[in-house]
């Protein structure tokens, strides 16, 4: 039998890029290795949580004992998401594209000597955190991500609103942190009540700590 604090409880956590095809063999992405939103996804099992993640392309292993749905584009991790649902809490940390491209071209785009590059029309993306911190099955608990790389705080709050999350954990992910793709991470995070600003810790002590807040917060609530 299952225990810990999060025993009972269903998390969806999304991780990783999207994939976004612009045909079979070209696509846009962001940067994102998984790392932190594998760790959380292990960090909520962990404390007992039956967690699902929905892994965009990353290179590194699944977390063992955990289900994972692998998706490549944002509309599949949508969809892969909203049918975890109902769930008691959502971590969204995936970097998914803000846009796909409009028209996925069916064979490779040729590259014609000579002529102009071909134009790129985008589409936009579904917003994967702000559907599930609106929906009618809202997850008690909804975690948010914000990766910036200025006015770290602003951003975070009107983020919080806007998605519909109750903690927004916000990093800096300038050219020079290391973060981004790196094994640590200095968050800060931000709910109603306030911004706690955490030290500079690895990406795992991260979950273990977000984890932690999740299930005491998640004790608060009921
Ligand atoms: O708006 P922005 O991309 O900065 O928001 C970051 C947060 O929103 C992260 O938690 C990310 O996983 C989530 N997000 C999402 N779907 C999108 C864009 C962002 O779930 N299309």
Do not use: C
Not at 12 to 28: K, L
Not at 31 to 57: E, F, W
Not at 111 to 137: F, M, R, S, Y
């Amino acid at each position: 039998k299952v225990s810990g604090p999060l025993a009972g409880r269903k998390a969806i956590v999304t991780s990783g890029p999207t994939h976004e095809p612009i045909d079979p063999v070209r696509y846009i992405a962001n940067r994102s290795s998984g790392r932190q939103g594998h760790a959380i996804a292990a960090a909520l099992a962990k404390l007992g949580a039956d967690v699902t993640l929905v892994s965009g392309p990353v290179g590194i292993a699944d977390p063992p004992g955990i289900r994972v749905v692998h998706v490549e584009r944002a509309e599949e991790m949508l969809e892969a998401v909203l049918a975890g649902l109902p769930a008691d809490i959502a971590v969204m940390v995936a970097a998914v594209a803000d846009w796909r491209v409009a028209t996925t071209a069916g064979e490779k785009i040729k590259k014609k000597p000579g002529e102009a590059p071909p134009p790129l029309q985008l589409a936009e993306n579904p917003d994967i955190l702000k559907t599930v911190g609106h929906h009618a099955q809202r997850p008690k608990l909804v975690v948010g991500f914000a990766a910036e790389t200025q006015n770290l705080e602003t951003n975070a709050r009107e983020k919080l609103k806007r998605k519909g999350a109750d903690l927004i954990v916000a990093n800096d992910v300038s050219p020079g942190t290391g973060i981004m793709g790196g094994s640590r991470n200095s968050v800060r995070v931000v709910s109603k009540a306030g911004i706690d600003a955490w030290p500079d810790l690895s990406k795992e002590e991260v979950a273990e700590r977000l984890a932690a807040l999740i299930a005491e917060r998640l004790a608060a609530l009921s």
